[in-house]
């Protein structure tokens, strides 16, 4: 068999799971497609990693993003993912895995938990209150506690 013949048939079978996505995936990937225009950040949705073809890869931060449904959580299912997991981890990526469940439940906090991993959500700093002579903080206005001064 040729290289290029597991390649054309990973490629083909992408193709087809991308225009077949679960509803999880279609919920997460109307967000993670917006995440170039946001962040800077490109995602890919179901991505071929030879063998394997992932939901969702962001090569530059080397993190996978695997939406899991019922078939996932049966002794086969459970077996099968670790040993993608040990695969792709020993190629250098980082494998977050949201069930469906917490899709619907969670949405939110899935999305937060994909920031934290690729250091995109930034936690402001804790207030404080100024010093004694440094000022009214009233007179600061929540602007500036934001970092945005105003002109």
Known sequence: MCPTS?????????RRLR?????????????LKQFRRWYGVHVRKQAPID????????????????VDGEDHFSQDGLARDLKRDAWLEGRGY???RFNTGELADAFD???????????LLKTPPPLTP??????NLGAVGSDALRGEAKL
């Open 19 to 31: 225009r077949n996505m679960t509803d999880g995936e279609r919920k997460l990937w109307s967000e």
């Open 6 to 14: 597991n390649s054309a048939i990973s490629i083909s079978r992408a």
């Open 130 to 135: 100024p010093r004694k002579g440094e000022g």
């Open 51 to 66: 063998p394997y073809i992932v939901d969702f890869a962001i090569h530059e931060h080397r993190l996978i993003i695997e």
């Open 109 to 119: 906090g899935c999305i937060e938990e994909i920031l934290t991993a690729l250091e």
């Open 94 to 96: 980082r494998v977050l």
